[in-house]
């Protein structure tokens, strides 16, 4: 009885620590400040985290960057360059912030004024094709 008891509550507890540890992927959590105009983005092999961000048009948007990885990554949005029929096009300069590894800083940069999904690449030969790439929804 005292067994199925323990058996029980670690189950339970199992069960909670899953359910958190998927709540700490939620997206929402990254924004910084209430203003929801900065994100801690962290890149390594092959990944962003998060990979979804979202923004207003027009506004200043922060990335704190940190390449956790043990590679040499950026954060990119390329002018004029969308690399599937999903995406739109930035309209602007390029945006881009090259880090070493486990290197921080932080790139604030201007929205674009018209509303869409855009993406954000490492530059890297490869790390995209590996899945390195986000989208940024301006709104
Ligand atoms: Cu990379």
């Given at each position: ?61 922060t990335i704190?960057?940190e390449n ?72």
């Amino acid at each position: 009885m005292l067994r199925r008891l323990f058996v029980t509550f670690a189950l339970g507890l199992a069960v909670m620590l899953v359910l958190a540890a998927c709540n700490g992927d939620d997206d929402a959590d990254d924004i910084d400040n209430g203003n929801g105009d900065s994100y801690n983005v962290e890149m390594g092999e092959f990944y962003f985290d998060p990979d979804e961000l979202e923004g207003s048009a027009g506004q200043d948007l922060t990335i704190e960057l940190e390449n956790a990885g043990t590679q040499v990554h950026n954060f990119t949005i390329e002018a004029g360059e969308a690399r599937g029929d999903d995406f739109d096009a930035w309209p602007d300069s390029e945006v881009q912030l090259e880090l070493e590894a486990e290197e921080s800083d932080s790139l604030t940069f201007t929205l674009p004024d018209e509303a869409g999904t855009y993406e954000f690449v490492c530059t890297i030969p490869g790390h995209y094709e590996s899945g390195q790439w986000g989208t940024l929804t301006v709104e």
